[in-house]
């Protein structure tokens, strides 16, 4: 092909990238500096880069870039001849030290991914991580080139606020009502890091004075109208700043930390040096418009991407396949953060369940893979639970082996050796390892091995000799292309009750071989034990609780995280049974000493209001699915139902007294348990529908407005369909509270669901373009409305295909990140799985599938 031509898009199969190809980049990037001159359809990037060959080589320099007009290439300061093919633009010949100059132009106003440089409602913003730089300017985009970033921003004044990374060191007037402002960030980063934000937003400013007396400026900006909703996420800014100092003695390192909240936004948050920019969501709460949830989820993901300012900026990834390095770790510093100033025994629930309801169905699922993949098609693909939760479980099983002081002499090991470079997994463990003196290496598994450890336990007692025995056996499932998986360190925690709720034995012990036994004296009797407690590893546990144990752990455990497990356990053995039962055609039933237990959880006068709420939101049937090996969902659907409704039934009474005395109690720990016996009570014989609407047209804030819609439309109310018309009306032109409104209206479990959400995508308020609105609506019904998205039909299936095929062409990341519901079908009869490996192929048979939504659907059918 000639010099200056661009090659045509050949719709050929996406090839992988693979770990084991890693090589260091040919170039070096020590600084750039760019220069936007900004239009809707027609932005202008000027980037000067000062390029360095790494090492002794001729070979040329490749840069990667898309969806960009090239108008010049000059390479100190004359033109030069290049290629330009396949998002690569190559130049053969260069010197080894040179400036390149590149003046390409974009157009963030066409630019649906939400990737690179586009517009939100009016505004500019970028989004670069994983590789979205090039979408801006032609880069080699990796994550191991870092590059010292100066960037000038010319736009009109009509976007008085024109922000980037680092500290602004000029702004002034141009002509032609034009302005410009000039930022540099002193520390390398990689181009993923950069971001740009232009607009005309409301600004909340205040100060954080750090521990070495430095005043940092902090400044979050908002669509105009919702200041008054920015403030929680400034005090939740200054309390993780705080709470970072004084955990992990990491200070803040610029003058100024600015947030940005946009409403187009493909994540959560984004953690870009000195300048994060974040989905509405995360930002914008008032008690009007957002639930205690709300607040929790703002105050975490603040904190999230504030500590990514060490654990990700400061000290960054070799390349993507360590991804966990720095999104394991952020998660578990952020977990630790939420339970430091709140509740660490729902903090540590909430995190169980993200677990045991969506990454266990990852690592069964064809999209299984390591906290360090081997091989990825496309990265977005892998910002996964299993890179970010499991990866933080694997942190916090380091920290349970270390302890608090050990850990702590680790991370500050790790930024002694590492601050301002580009590492990877393996730096970080040998950080730790070096300096607790603490062994590892086989604890490296845990990064390079896919799959859910299985423990099964069994139990013996000597009563002559008063030893009690336990006998722990580790498997990890493989697949036909897998090797045997080698036994992985697991800490395993284990407390020991005699029968009336004393604690005798509270050890945490050391998995390292494929069998183990362990003895402890133990006198008076057999114990009840209490296995893995607080999820001591992210392990499946195969024990056979009696129904008796299970009800001393409920009441007993040291561990009120174990008291919950316990009580999922109990209520999943009942689901179980029964579905057994309606497979030998037998009438469902539920044991007294269940439902006992839970209306003793209802009246517990001491425990945790916030603890029992969790005790009485039932396990869903996502955690359910993943408890077996294969499923009969149209039993499950009805035997978990009835469940729940025999226990509503039954301690009705109970629930209704204890709902009155919550009444008024104004705080979110009482909330929670007013609202979760809310949900039951209209699941009852009555349905109390008088309540629902007394709370819903009474209620001072969203907690309890939705606490009692939520409720209607899970317990199928008469009044659901007028609340929900009541509630819309109300919130029609506050997008963050339609999204709930639209939840809601997924998780309606009639056939006619399907006929109403296709009606709500005409809504006022619902656009394809906005991830937001597509997740809450769509995205919501296929994760969580199960019985009608696997209703026998295959028409729940077929809605969300439709679905994928319309985003697949506006937004790729969005399309591929909603169709997990359409990949994890193991456990599915055989119609199920046929249906949906139909919807896959029709994916697969698409005429421009991009490579997000072709990654998954083709692991999924086995290609």
Request: net charge negative; aromatic share 10%.
């Amino acid at each position: 092909m000639s010099d200056n031509q661009t090659s045509p898009v050949t719709a050929v199969q996406p090839a992988a990238k693979r770990l084991a190809d890693y090589l260091p980049p040919d170039y070096l990037v020590p600084a750039l500096n760019l220069t936007f001159r900004l239009a809707p359809q027609t932005t202008r990037v000027t980037a000067v880069s000062q390029i360095e060959r790494n090492g002794e080589h001729q070979r040329p320099l490749i840069l990667d870039g898309e969806q960009q007009q090239i108008e010049q290439v000059l390479v100190d300061g004359a033109e030069v001849a290049y290629q330009h093919t396949d998002g690569k633009l190559t130049l053969a010949n260069v010197p080894a030290k040179f400036e390149l100059t590149l003046v390409t132009v974009i157009d963030p106003q066409g630019n649906s991914s939400l990737e690179g440089l586009y517009m939100s409602d009016g505004a500019y913003c970028t989004q670069c991580e994983a590789e979205g730089f090039r979408r801006i300017t032609f880069f080699p985009d990796r994550p191991d080139v870092l590059s010292r970033f100066s960037v000038r921003i010319e736009a009109p004044t009509e976007f008085p606020f024109l922000l980037s990374n680092g500290n602004k060191v000029e702004q002034g007037r141009l002509d032609d009502g034009w302005h410009y402002a000039c930022w540099q960030d002193p520390f390398p980063k990689p181009c993923y890091l950069f971001a740009l934000v232009a607009g005309d937003f409301d600004l909340l400013e205040d100060n954080f004075t750090t521990k070495s007396e430095r005043d940092v400026k902090l400044q979050v900006f908002v669509d105009k109208g919702n200041l008054n909703k920015a403030h929680h996420a400034m005090a939740s800014l200054k309390k993780a700043m705080a709470w970072d100092e004084s955990r992990f003695d990491l200070e803040y390192d610029l003058d100024i930390y600015m947030i940005v909240a946009v409403d187009f936004f493909n994540m959560g948050a984004m953690e870009n040096k000195g300048l994060n920019v974040f989905n509405t969501k995360y930002v914008l709460a008032d008690e009007q418009t957002a639930t205690d949830e709300d607040f929790h989820g703002i105050e975490s993901v603040i904190g999230h991407e504030y500590f990514h300012n060490w654990t990700g900026n400061r000290v960054t990834c070799r390349d993507w396949f360590q991804l966990s390095l720095k999104e394991g770790l952020t998660v578990f510093r952020d977990q630790e953060f939420s339970s430091d100033v709140g509740s660490r025994a729902v903090n540590r629930i909430h995190a169980i369940k993200v677990m045991k309801n969506h990454q266990f169905a990852e690592d069964a699922g064809p999209m299984s893979h390591p906290i360090r993949p081997e091989e990825v098609i496309e990265m977005n693909n892998f910002y996964t639970v299993t890179v970010y939760d499991k990866g933080a479980e694997v942190i916090r099983m380091m920290h349970t082996l270390l302890g608090e002081q050990g850990f702590q002499a680790g991370m500050k090991l790790y930024f002694e050796r590492h601050d301002g470079q580009a590492v990877t997994c393996d730096d970080f463990v040998q950080a730790m390892q070096d300096a607790s003196g603490k062994d590892l290496s086989q604890f490296r598994r845990w990064y390079s091995q896919a799959g859910t450890p299985e423990l099964t336990v069994t139990d013996s007692y000597d009563a002559d000799k008063g030893v009690y025995r336990l006998d722990v056996k580790q498997f990890t499932p493989t697949r036909s292309n897998e090797q045997p998986k080698l036994p992985l360190h697991i800490p395993f925690s284990v407390e020991l009750l005699d029968n009336e709720g004393n604690s005798l034995v509270n050890e945490l012990l050391e998995l390292t071989e494929a069998s183990q036994s362990f003895e402890f004296d133990v006198k008076g009797g057999a114990p009840v034990p209490s296995l893995l407690q607080d999820f001591s590893a992210p392990v499946k546990l195969h024990y056979q609780y009696a129904t008796a144990q299970l009800l001393v752990l409920m009441g007993f455990a040291s561990s009120e995280v174990a008291r919950w497990e316990a009580s999922v356990s109990l209520f999943s053995q009942a689901v179980w049974q029964n579905v057994a039962r309606l497979q030998q055609q037998q009438a469902m039933s539920l044991d007294s000493s269940v439902i006992d237990a839970f209306r003793a959880v209802v009246l517990h006068a001491t425990q945790d209001h916030a603890l029992s709420a969790e005790m009485l939101k039932f396990a869903t049937a996502n955690s359910l699915i993943e408890q077996v090996e294969q499923v009969d969902l149209d039993a499950l659907f009805s035997a978990r139902d009835f469940v729940i409704d025999a226990i509503a039934d039954a301690t009705e009474d109970e629930l209704l007294a204890r709902y009155r005395e919550l009444v008024g109690q104004d705080n979110a720990a009482s909330r929670s348990f007013k609202n979760a016996i809310l949900a039951l009570l209209a699941r009852s014989a009555d349905g109390h529908e008088s309540l629902l609407t007394q709370q819903f047209n009474a209620a001072e804030g969203m907690t309890d407005a939705l606490g009692a819609l939520a409720a209607a439309v899970a317990g199928s109310a008469d009044c659901r369909d007028e609340l929900l018309e009541q509630f819309g009306k109300q919130w029609q032109d506050t997008p963050l509270v339609m999204d709930k409104w639209f939840t809601l209206q997924g998780s309606i479990n009639e056939d006619s669901v399907l006929q109403r959400l296709t009606g709500l995508q005409d809504h006022p308020a619902f656009s394809f373009n906005n991830p937001n609105r597509v997740r809450s609506l769509l995205g919501a019904f296929a994760s969580t409305n199960l019985p009608q998205f696997h209703r026998a039909d295959g028409q729940g299936y077929q809605f969300l295909t439709n679905v994928i095929k319309k985003m697949n062409g506006l937004n790729p990341q969005v399309a591929a990140r909603i169709m997990t519901p359409l990949i994890q079908f193991s456990k599915f009869d055989a119609q199920r799985q046929q249906q949906l490996k139909a919807c896959l192929q029709q994916l697969l048979d698409l005429p421009d599938l991009s490579r997000d939504v072709y990654e998954k659907a083709s692991k999924a059918l086995g290609q």
